[in-house]
């Protein structure tokens, strides 16, 4: 398996291996064996997911003598609930879970983070081993141990920290993905490279063929990056406090046009393009970016398919749902901008008159 990568995530509470790579589901047998994992596999999986990648899987696991009972789940938001969750419980229950058991999710970021905090509190917590199939739950949602259910109040309100056991994301499974998610798992990638790593930003420029139809060495060698960044980021920052803060690139107004479209007319990474193309626009204005590397952001971002302005979103309600957000702290605004392509800094006193001019770049009048 030449094009499959695998590092170390070392989070304060635990210290777990990720394999990421065309195929890497393969392995997963073997890893569960070297990570420790003996008890039943309790595999939940994405109903959209389940029929193509499940049957093999299960047959491997099966092979190598391991005992795996599978659940579905409906694809889409909705499943996130505490409904979702409850059902979750009763079926380990009946099933007599035990506590060195492990759950699987195979699927994108709603059934990890459903899988995630039904594996956190179930007996008080089992093994959790997150097999991640949509571009952002590979690089973004299946790193960093934040999983949740949403409540009718709001998103992720109810969660938990919950380091996995092992991450196991097989870049194949992306050849089915629809190319709209695709892309808003790209904007992900791209903000890896913009606030840390010029090298992968420059790997995604010279690539961005290549990756478009996920020729597997650099789809490997650009995930696995992405995946790298976002663990060492989170390594530091296990509980959200300070530098992880810089994961939000794009999502001070990203928030705002996903809260003002009621999530439900844009991803959630095309909404953080958008947002990226007006934090690096207030870099510019600011005198702290240089405009050629806002343009090399916003170009890499079209080739990948992705939005950089949204005219069909009101820039008055984007405005008011920014105040809002829950990441204000007495309503004043954090703001990460770039300082160079691979550098950020945070800001949190930008002025209005700044905001509006980039709000109105990237968005409509209302
Ligand atoms: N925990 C975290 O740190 C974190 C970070 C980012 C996002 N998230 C969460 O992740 C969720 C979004 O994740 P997502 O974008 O993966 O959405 P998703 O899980 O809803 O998947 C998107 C769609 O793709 C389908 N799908 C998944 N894998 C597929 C494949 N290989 N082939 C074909 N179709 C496939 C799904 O059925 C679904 O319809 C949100 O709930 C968000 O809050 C969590």
């Known amino acids: 398996m030449p094009d499959i990568r695998r590092f170390d995530v070392r989070a304060p509470?635990?210290?777990?291996?990720?394999?990421?790579?065309p195929g890497a589901l393969d392995e997963l047998p073997a890893l569960l064996r070297e990570t420790g994992v003996r008890?039943?596999?309790?595999?939940v999986a994405d109903a959209a997911v389940e029929r193509r990648y499940a049957p093999r899987l299960i047959e491997a696991l099966r092979?190598?003598?391991?005992?795996?009972?599978?659940?579905?789940?409906?694809?889409?938001?909705?499943?996130?609930?505490?409904?979702?969750?409850?059902?979750?419980?009763?079926?380990?229950?009946?099933?007599r879970v035990?506590?060195?058991?492990?759950?699987?999710?195979?699927?994108?970021?709603?059934?990890?983070?459903?899988?995630?905090?039904?594996?956190?509190?179930?007996?008080?917590?089992?093994a959790f081993v997150?097999?991640?199939t949509t571009l952002l739950a590979q690089v973004d949602a299946s790193i960093g141990g934040k999983v949740a259910v949403n409540h009718p109040r709001g998103k992720n309100l109810i969660g938990?920290?919950?380091?996995?056991?092992?991450?196991?994301?097989?870049?194949a499974t992306l050849a089915s993905l629809p190319p709209r998610e695709r892309a808003a798992g790209w904007a992900e990638v791209i903000k890896a490279g913009m606030i840390l790593d010029a090298e992968l930003f420059a790997l995604l420029e010279r690539e961005v063929e290549a990756l478009l139809r996920l020729a597997p060495a650099p789809?490997?060698?650009?995930?696995?990056?992405?995946?790298?960044?976002?663990?060492?980021?989170?390594?530091?920052?296990?509980?959200?406090?300070?530098?992880?803060?810089?994961?939000?690139?794009?999502h001070t107004v990203g928030h705002g046009i996903e809260a003002a479209t009621r999530y439900a007319r844009y991803l959630h990474g095309e909404a953080v393009a958008v947002g990226m193309v007006a934090a690096a626009s207030i870099a510019v204005e600011l005198g702290l970016l240089a405009p050629e590397a806002a343009e090399r952001q916003n170009a890499l971002l079209t080739r990948f398919g992705l939005p950089?302005?949204?005219?069909?979103?009101?820039?008055?309600?984007?405005?008011?749902?920014?105040?809002?957000?829950?990441?204000?702290?007495?309503?004043?605004?954090t703001w990460i901008l770039p300082t160079a392509i691979g550098r950020v800094t945070i800001c949190r006193d930008v002025p209005e008159v700044v905001v509006d001019r980039a709000l109105a770049r990237v968005l409509g009048p209302g």
């Open 13 to 21: 509470s635990r210290t777990y291996p990720v394999v990421v790579g």
């Open 39 to 43: 008890g039943r596999l309790w595999l």
């Open 63 to 95: 092979e190598a003598g391991y005992l795996v009972e599978l659940q579905t789940v409906p694809g889409g938001e909705e499943s996130k609930s505490l409904a979702q969750a409850a059902a979750l419980y009763d079926w380990l229950l009946a099933g």
């Open 98 to 126: 035990e506590r060195g058991d492990a759950l699987l999710a195979l699927g994108g970021g709603v059934v990890g983070d459903l899988g995630g905090f039904v594996a956190a509190t179930i007996l008080r917590g089992i």
């Open 130 to 132: 997150p097999l991640p």
């Open 160 to 171: 938990a920290f919950h380091q996995p056991r092992l991450v196991v994301a097989d870049t």
């Open 219 to 250: 789809t490997a060698a650009a995930i696995g990056r992405a995946m790298a960044l976002k663990a060492a980021v989170v390594s530091e920052d296990e509980q959200e406090s300070g530098r992880r803060a810089i994961l939000n690139y794009g």
């Open 308 to 333: 950089i302005q949204v005219p069909e979103a009101d820039a008055g309600a984007v405005r008011a749902a920014m105040t809002l957000d829950k990441k204000a702290v007495a309503g004043r605004l």
